[in-house]
């Protein structure tokens, strides 16, 4: 199994302003997931973060808004840019792991994110 | 039309009442079946997996699978307090050169009443 944290737990921002979210993983990982979950909206993957590439961005969204770091094979961050409101959310960071015989996905526990 | 359709509820039930969860897709890509738990202010945890149409049984819950309706379904047996929360449905499909892709549904938030 893989023990994810994230900081902020949760924040309150300005519009305009930008948020860093951290996730720190307890085991080495090769890829790392960031995902977004809105009220009333499935989880959502923002972009597929490796070690020493270029992450990896879904339809709909663009590195100028979400640019991601990945330092190491256990840290990465997100960076929410110029927030609107609309970005109120709950970002997620997630790894690919294996628990018993099932490929599955841990998450961390959120970063509860509200811009006004 | 989404990918995967799932009811969000919210579904309240009594203490020991037999609970049933739902997911319609339309993907007939997908590969792999999950249903995550997830409780308030944490991150969503893997509860059931099955890639093959039939019934999957551990414990209290059991997962359903019908490939050829495009239906999947989780039972909650003997529903307990402690199993309040919200429930996700989630599909995978795995393609050629090792790309992968999961599809979550919009989750199903379950309350069990005491």
């Known amino acids: 199994s893989a023990v994810i944290s994230q900081k902020p737990s949760r924040d309150i921002c300005q519009r305009g302003t930008s948020l860093t979210i951290q996730c720190q993983v307890d085991?080495?990982?090769?890829?790392m997931f960031w995902y977004r979950q809105q009220p009333g909206q499935s989880l959502t993957l923002i972009a597929t973060?490796?070690?020493?590439?270029?992450?990896?961005?879904e339809s709909g969204f663009v590195i100028d808004k979400f640019p991601i770091s990945r330092p190491n094979l256990t840290f990465s961050t997100l960076t929410v840019s110029n927030m609107s409101p609309e970005d109120s959310s709950i970002y997620l960071c997630?790894?690919?792991?294996?628990?018993?015989?099932?490929?599955?996905?841990?998450f961390g526990p959120g970063t509860r994110l509200l811009v006004l | 039309q989404k990918e995967v359709e799932q009811d969000p509820g919210p579904l309240s039930v009594p203490e020991g009442a037999i609970v049933s969860l739902n997911c319609t897709y339309s993907n007939s890509a997908f590969q792999y079946f999950m249903w995550y738990r997830q409780y308030s202010r944490k991150g969503p945890e893997l509860l059931m997996y099955t890639y093959s149409s039939g019934n999957k049984e551990d414990g209290r819950f059991t997962a359903q699978v019908d490939k050829s309706s495009k239906y999947i379904s989780l039972f909650i047996r003997d529903s307990q307090p402690s199993d309040s929360a919200t429930y996700l449905c989630?599909?995978?499909?795995?393609?050629?050169?090792?790309?992968?892709?999961?599809?979550f549904g919009t989750g199903t938030k379950l309350q069990v009443i005491p």
């Open positions: 989630a599909m995978r499909v795995r393609y050629s050169g090792g790309y992968q892709k999961v599809t």
């Open positions: 085991s080495q990982v090769t890829m």
């Open positions: 997630s790894v690919e792991g294996v628990s018993g015989l099932q490929e599955t996905q841990y």
């Open positions: 973060a490796n070690q020493g590439s270029e992450a990896t961005y």
